[in-house]
């Protein structure tokens, strides 16, 4: 006797980190959504975190090794999260593989060039004048780094009066980034910032569509962030049919970080929504 019988596939849900972030930056989350029955992935792209480091970076090579590990650990239709450089390594993925997606969520950004440049190159600067030889723990690198910081904050306020670097919150979440070297003990950055500086071109150049993206799509949006203005969700409303726009409220940039449980659930949301 053949009984009939129905499958209930699991929602994969693959998590896309920022500039400077790591796969580690979404554990609670990624906790609290596999606790919610989805199968959840994080990944560190390349240059950041436990990936490897390469000369090279833009959004067609991370979208390319986004779709080889999707390929590698067969992944079928999963749902991309990315959070502003994650989203638009999601954006340029689903340009390239528009089939092999089901449902995209965005999470503050807009796929246009952004003009932070100077912004970002102080803080590569920072991270490159920190001496990080003879320190024994990470608590001694703490204050070098914010007086570096705040140094190149200092000049980069001469040329852009509105330009802070929000020292406070980036000094901790760029000590995240710190690990010791297994062979001679000594501290180093997860990050590979020779790198990310020479490319920080690529890393805001926009990304053009030439037909849109007939997905499922969430924009996640900080009411305090100004990465995506009216404009764009003109523009993104072109190029993804079904674009869902959500503001969360009291957020910036870090929408994740400034209110997790509000992220958490309209993600969910979106997730389970048929």
Known sequence: MQLNYKSFPTTQLILIHGLLGSADNWRSLATLWAKAGIQVYTIDQRNHGLSPHSDEHNYTLMAEDLHEFIQKHDIKNPILLGHSMGAKTVMQYVKLYPAEVSKIILADMAPRAYGHKDKHLATFNALLSVGLKNIKTKSEINIPLRIALEKEEEELLKKHPNFHLYIANLTPFLMKGLYKLPDTEEFAWRFNIPALKNHIDDILSPISFDHPIDKPTLLLKGEKSDYVTIEDEKDMRNI?????????????HWLQAD???????????FCQKE
């Open 240 to 252: 993804f049919p079904q674009l869902e726009i959500i503001t969360l409220e009291n957020t910036e």
């Open 259 to 269: 209110d997790p449980e509000a992220f958490y659930q309209k993600v969910l949301y």
